[in-house]
């Protein structure tokens, strides 16, 4: 099993808000999406709510969602996810709950982080 997770970078979601802002909500990219594969299938949550499910053996392009007609796998797949999930936030060190990560105290940082393109 794989277990993903990925959201949509503010930098992005700054730059949509010049351009296209209505595509945010269109989009959902203030949401957390994530994902389980097992085997064959993959689900992907959006704000913890399953919504996609491929066949990613059969339909590579991933272009026929089937979370309608496959409900029980859905479920099965959508409770693995939750039970990682839990797990993985239980296990994170107890600092890491209050900390708060200030940028601007570290200076070294940000030019990594300018270097990799992340900030401007």
């Known amino acids: ?5 990925a959201y949509t970078p503010h930098t992005l979601i700054a730059l949509m808000e010049n351009d296209d802002p209505a595509a945010i909500e269109t989009f959902r990219c203030r949401s957390m999406r994530r994902a389980v594969y097992r085997g ?5 949550t959006v704000d913890d709510e399953p919504d ?3 066949d990613v053996v059969a339909d590579p392009g991933e272009l026929d969602n089937l979370i309608g ?5 859905a479920m099965e797949l959508n409770q693995l996810l939750t039970g990682f999930r839990t797990e993985s936030e239980a296990r994170r ?4 709950k209050e900390s708060q990560l200030c940028l601007e105290e570290d200076e ?3 030019e ?9």
């Open 1 to 5: 099993m794989v277990f993903t997770e």
């Open 40 to 44: 064959n299938y993959k689900l992907i």
């Open 52 to 54: 996609e499910l491929f």
């Open 69 to 73: 007609q496959e409900p029980d796998l």
């Open 93 to 96: 060190p107890t600092q890491w």
């Open 108 to 110: 070294m940082l940000l």
């Open 112 to 120: 990594r982080l300018r270097g990799l393109g992340y900030i401007e």
